[in-house]
């Protein structure tokens, strides 16, 4: 599965984004799918995961309700909805197949970069 991540921007604190994930690859809808983030000078982090169906998710404590994970496998595409936007959710977010647990498959597509503004 090759992985594009789109939807970053500038958004001021209390914004939303959302962010796509356009897969290629004829397994895309039998896999877990997650996002994950890297901050300037930071450990790429877990975000977010959605299991094949999306009817099972799973968020970092950061990012809990706040944002939501989801998936439309007609479309090999997996989306992040981000509310409530801070400046600790400035990153380069990525998306990728998850192999267990929150741990992703390692094959890393392009990223799109959120900066938060304070």
């Known amino acids: 599965v090759q992985l594009q991540a789109s939807g970053g921007g500038l958004v001021q604190a209390g914004g939303s984004l959302r962010l796509s994930c356009a897969a290629s690859?004829?397994?895309?809808?039998?896999?877990?799918m997650g996002w994950f983030r890297q901050a300037p000078g930071k450990e790429r982090e877990f975000v977010a995961a959605i299991n094949w169906s999306g009817v099972n998710t799973y968020y970092a404590s950061s990012v809990k309700g706040r944002f939501t994970i989801s998936r439309d496998n007609a479309k090999n595409t997996v989306y992040l909805r981000m509310n409530s936007l801070t400046p600790e959710d400035t990153a380069v977010y990525y998306c990728?197949?998850?192999?267990?647990?929150?741990?992703?498959?390692?094959?890393w597509g392009q990223g799109t970069l959120v900066t938060v503004s304070s």
């Open positions: 990728a197949t998850i192999v267990i647990g929150t741990t992703p498959d390692g094959f």
């Open positions: 690859g004829r397994t895309f809808s039998s896999r877990t």
